[in-house]
């Protein structure tokens, strides 16, 4: 069975930076796996913030491009998410999902079969 531990999160002021971890136990990381990372604001749909399949290959929504940095760990089974410059509007619970697949990754969250129990990120402005 596949579980997934989110850690990293936190309250941080505008401009700054935080990094998630997700550490994957139950499934190897290289035989095949798309790890995504989505957030979820109260009264909003959860949104894919960004993903990588275990060929490294990554996507990122179009808002956190340039500051988010999604990177994968195989000796230590996990996924990580820099993000840099926060801003207010990146306040949200932070969730990491994931699907065992060699086919690549898709965005939205219904795909993903495996989730973490999330971890808060606050911004203040």
């Known amino acids: 069975q596949v579980q997934l531990a989110e850690s990293g999160g936190g309250s941080v002021e505008a401009g700054g930076s935080l990094r998630l971890s997700c550490a994957l136990s139950?499934?190897?990381?290289?035989?095949?796996?798309?790890m995504g990372w989505f957030r979820q604001v109260p009264g909003k749909e959860r949104e894919r913030v960004a993903n990588?399949?275990?060929?490294?290959?990554?996507n990122y929504a179009e808002s956190v491009k340039g500051r988010f940095t999604i990177s994968q760990d195989d000796a230590k089974n996990t996924v990580y998410l820099q993000m840099n410059s926060l801003k207010p509007e990146d306040t949200a619970m932070y969730y990491c999902?994931?699907?065992?697949?060699?086919?690549?990754?898709?965005?939205?969250?219904?795909?993903?079969?495996?989730w973490g129990q999330g971890t808060q990120v606050t911004v203040s402005s």
């Open positions: 990588i399949d275990s060929g490294g290959r990554t």
């Open positions: 139950g499934h190897t990381y290289s035989s095949g796996l798309c």
């Open positions: 999902a994931a699907r065992i697949t060699s086919l690549g990754c898709y965005s939205y969250s219904s795909w993903y079969n495996y």
